[in-house]
């Protein structure tokens, strides 16, 4: 094996670590939440206001206790994911405010937008995981609104889903409403049923909202996955190695709170921590840095021998351009064949995280299926390589026409259903189009088609009164 | 390290070898010259007709001579560029016949164009050597139009280039002005100073031009590059481990030849092998496999140690859209990550080898540059990790004003030239534009700044002489 991009030593890691451990001993990480404050306390840390100082002792135990892989569960059981090892996840994008069409123009996202989004995860072929905030709907009051999204999650798509760590009511209702969808909490299956984003503030901040959400999450061994979004000059030191080490510093702290609440929660770490653009001053997701910042941390999480998120289909486009394309294929297929667990924005994000497009995201389900495709190995096996074929054909023969060709050409090949492979001429007969006017039309066939998922009616009825009695309170 | 892309056994890499050897110790490989037959009957191998049956210690010899490691030599001395182990070159397009404007119109190539590339090549931060035949000049004699793209090769560009090797007298003619080119065919250097695409007619056959290619340029110290371009399903098997075995005996038949005709002659070996699109019975040159048969061909150079040809910003698309972005992009990126030592097609290709784009030339060269930053390895030291500055900082601070960050961050980061960076309101206010459009802007700044390189006026004179002499014959 050969690759130029992952070149960590052990020794390098181990460098890392120590100094990510250093942090949390002496300057310590800070939680804005009493209860997190006194678990801490309780573990024996050294609690300073609402300053925790860590041990190496209290850090290892909860890289000792946090599961290397686990199975997300799905209320159909054939879409449960495994993450962790060599498994892993694909996500929508996540957290945007807008929709932009293919011309680049945009409008606030709605709560109709959100739900064709749940209907694109439920018939897509490589997403595996629902999303959540895919789109912030504008229509519908915000303080709220995480109800209806976690409703359409489980009703309008089969697979696992991501929760709602906007504070730790959220949380909780997230929590209640699962417990809801498998007919009580106490059937909830063993493992996690929601991952939830847990992003700390950084530097070595975690809000009211996120502490509370990883007590009520962990607390309830739903996955909590850590993501770090340093912007390198702003939130972050310019060096990348200094990201490196304060992000480590930032998820080792979060992940001890989760296995004092609970030891053995699952966690996933990681993040997508990019530099500060210094002439626009804007977040660069489509940077090199995002990548390069991925590899290294996707080395550190196997080192910690934990679940990774790393990785996006992420761009500073604001149209499916071939910028928005390279940017986000870029992105993608390193954090994939590096062997990120959890990839989240995997389709449709535009514009640093601020817009979703719908044609980009039939597109980005292309390159995923693309990515799959890489890692695909070939078989060297005496079938396969198949010499005699090689010998009947021979010098100057053919293979169009052998009869193994015809037997196998239908399934060997990867097939797209995007890509132009016609010729020029057959290019213009069918229209000249782009891809993203091809994506247009798969879009509509794919909404026109959806089938809502089976559910016991009486539980979408209690799941609408568990909302409709919370949002009258 | 950790890739889910390469992952072939030394076992497996010995299997692929082992039926490469079989193939041409039992049915062996075509040589339409007699000179190279000649070769082959005095270096005592089996010949039938115009059949050359190898022997393992032939293989295994000519495997021992070939360098892991040459420098390609440019008139420029310090634009000399080496190729192999850890370093490598990237080359731009290569073969077509049309231009292709932003909107997907096609016209066919002229003279013009060609120089226009040499200008683009010479003035590239990314490409380090010209190509040939970036595309074929619809407005010269088709015999001679070679002896006019040596020519702007030579003059136009400073760095290294790619040879002819359209035939035998084609071949000598390269030879011969780049010895005019320095002063004099006794005053080359050491090392090469061309690369020319050696490309076997699959299966199993050299073509009279290549074989007679082969022998001027390898007699000559001009590196030979063996670019196998098998289809599968048409001059290939469908199964990819019968491509990797088929290709490797035809490229080691070449390689043999090479080495016969002078021991250290420089080779580069692998190639574009992909399939043929069954639907449309193109070239699918977009195709996963072809990324997942260079990861593969690559792992296989390194197995004979050699340096290595694969990878291409290639694309099935027909204009500069998002398709032709991500096909172009994860092919780059595949390539160059897992250690190719000459990127064929690194820039301005479309539409499966058939156009060149002047938009996606200068695209492609951002696309370059950032694989050339994703492959700088993070500096892990007390130094670059700076603990001082983290705690200076301290839990909650900013980073955005540190003295430290106004001197690091001008030179921290990778700074694109083409992509939107802006927020939505700023991509507005200038013009929304998409990629191409802006590489246009910069393609004809490029083009009009363009110096011509010093040339000694009588080098230049004598060049001219002889391609007009050529001419006239």
Redesign the interface.
Known sequence: ????????TDG?LT??HD?AL??LK?????FDDDEAIDIFKKAGLKVDGN?VRFTEKAIDQALASAPSKFVLSARNAEKSVVIGN?SFGLAPGYGAA?IIDPE?H?RQATLSDYHAFCKLVHTSNVLNLNGFLMVMPSDVPSDIAYLDMLYANMVLCDKPFMGSPLSRTAARDCVNLAGILWGGKEDLPDTPVSASLITP?S???YTPEMAGSIIEFAGNNQACIFGALLM???????????I???QSAEILAGVTLTQLVRAGAPVIIGGTST??????G?L?M????V???G??T??IA?FYNLPARTGCAVT???????????????NL??A????SNFVLHAAGIL??Y??MSFE?FI?DE??GN?AL?????????DQ????D???E????????THP??LE???S?????Y???????A??QENG?S???HRAAAILKDRLEAYEKPDIDPQIEKDLRKYIEKRKSE
């Open positions: 094996m050969y690759d130029r991009m992952q070149t960590f390098e460098k890392i100094a250093h942090i002496t300057i310590g990480a800070r300053i060599e807008f680049g945009q503030l530097p070595l901040q390198a000059g702003s939130s972050g030191p310019t060096s990348l190695a200094g490196l080490v304060q530099i500060m653009d210094m002439r626009t804007c660069a489509g940077a090199p840095e990548a390069r910042i590899a290294a996707l080395q196997k500073d486009s604001w149209l499916p351009d071939a910028q928005a394309g390279i940017e986000s294929a870029l297929i390193i994939i064949r590096n062997g514009g640093s601020n817009a980009k597109i292309e390159v693309m495709e890489y890692l695909k190995p070939i078989e060297i096996t396969s390589i198949d010499l074929l090689i010998k054909v021979g010098v100057g023969g053919e293979y169009l193994k060709t196998q050409c239908r060997a090949f990867f097939m797209p995007l890509a132009n492979r016609n010729g020029y057959g290019w000249a782009r891809i993203e």
